[in-house]
Structures are given as C-alpha cells and as structure tokens.
C-alpha cells in the first residue's frame, strides 16, 4: 500500500502542503493454487483497484513461467490461461512493475502453485455384514466429503451410517482446502453368516419314562425357533 505525491504547494504561511491520491493497492494478486487434474484453468491477475490512467504497468515471467500465458502484459489486470495437460512444473511465478512518472517502480510477485489431487481413502467399520444391519463408512484425506450410491447421494461428512440390503459398492467425492478433488470408493458385502445367532428357548420339556427294565423311552422339547436351523 502507497501513496504518491501528487502536487507540492506553499501557502501564504510558508507552510508545505501535500496533497496526497487515494491510496491503492499495487500489488500482482493473491498467490493461487492450481488443482493438477484440472483440465484446464484462468485467474485474473493484478489488483482491481490499480488506475491504469496514472500508473504504468509491465508483467513479466520468471522461468518455467512465460507471458504466453497471459492476455496481456502492459495491463492492471491480465488474465492467466493454462491447458493442465501441458503443465511439467510445480510452481509459475509472475512479476508485475508498477511505475508512476517520477517515482521508482514498484514490484510484486505472484505464484500458482499445481496442487496434487487430495489422496482419499474410503473404508467400512464392517466389509462383510449382516442384511439390514448397520455398517459406518469412513473417508480420509480432504475437507469434504459427499457420499454416493450409484448416481445417488446418500450422504455428507467424514462418516455416514448405512443399513444394505445388497452387496453395493459405495463412492466418496472429495473436495480439500485448495479446493482439489479426488474420489474413492468402498465395497460392502453381506453374508447372512455375518449375522448375529439368535438363541434358541426351550419352552417345556415332555419326558416319557419308560416301564422299569424298558430300553424304550422319548423326550420331546419345544422351542422357540425353527430347529433345522440347530
């Protein structure tokens, strides 16, 4: 932040007065992050507040980077284009020279950064589960998540709770601070094997003795679940 001097004045008193512009914002912009698996990606550079009537401005690039990119170089605020499939560099970084007449240049730098995709890992508290019964998906490595089933979103958050019928496989979207994405996904399966046993009640006991010396005799017991399943 500056302020140049515009005109000096001497009043009646000897006194000085300086009369002073509006201070602006002369600087290349806020440095940005530019997601690798984009296809492709524009930011305006520059300050919106620059007056390109009183100040003069000259961009320039500092290797990899190349004023190719930009609409312009002898602008407040020229835009940056790049086509991510030509990106082989971490960082491009731009220059920007502001002159007003009489004053020295002042000077500012701009980075992007290429941001590598969130790594996401998607995981069941329970791969293989029991029909109907609940099983807690999980993600890691982003900021925000929304889960799917299918084309269908069934939920956001770092965790969600489910209950399957079938064996589904399950995707996460993710979305870190930079505002990167990646996604991954998770496979339940059901297995009636999985399910909890229910335990069987006996709910009386018939005994028919036999006659003393008699090697004939039954015992009937009744339950309370189907006992071909025991």
């Given amino acids: ?5 515009s005109a000096v004045t001497m009043n009646n008193c000897g006194e000085t007065i300086l009369q002073l512009d509006e201070p602006r914002l002369l600087n290349a912009g806020p440095d940005q992050v530019i997601c690798e698996d984009a296809t492709s990606t524009m930011f305006t550079l520059g300050d919106g507040n620059c007056d390109a009537s009183s100040y003069t401005y000259s961009w320039s690039a500092i290797a990899p980077a190349t004023t190719a990119n930009l609409s312009a170089t002898d602008i407040p605020t020229p ?3 790049i086509n991510m499939a030509d990106v082989t560099e971490p960082q491009y970084a731009y220059v920007l020279l ?3 007449p009489g004053c020295s240049p002042s000077r500012d730098t701009v980075v992007y950064t290429v941001q590598a995709p969130p790594t996401v890992t998607a995981m069941a508290d329970t791969p293989t589960a029991c029909p109907g019964s609940p099983v807690v998906l999980t993600a890691t490595g982003a900021d925000t998540y929304e889960w799917f089933e299918g084309m269908n979103s069934i939920g956001v958050g770092a965790s969600i709770t489910i209950t399957p019928l079938n064996a589904t496989t399950y995707t996460v979207n993710a979305i ?4 990167c994405q990646n996604s991954a996904t998770v496979d ?6 999985a399910c909890p046993c229910d335990l069987a009640t006996v709910t009386s006991v018939i005994n028919n003795a036999s006659n003393c010396g008699e090697s004939v005799g039954s015992v009937t017991i009744n339950i309370d679940l189907n006992p071909v399943d025991y």
């Fill in 1 to 5: 932040l500056r302020s140049d001097v």
């Fill in 79 to 81: 835009t940056f284009t």
């Fill in 98 to 100: 502001t002159t007003r």
């Fill in 176 to 179: 870190d601070i930079n505002g």
């Fill in 188 to 193: 339940v399966i059901l297995d009636s094997n």
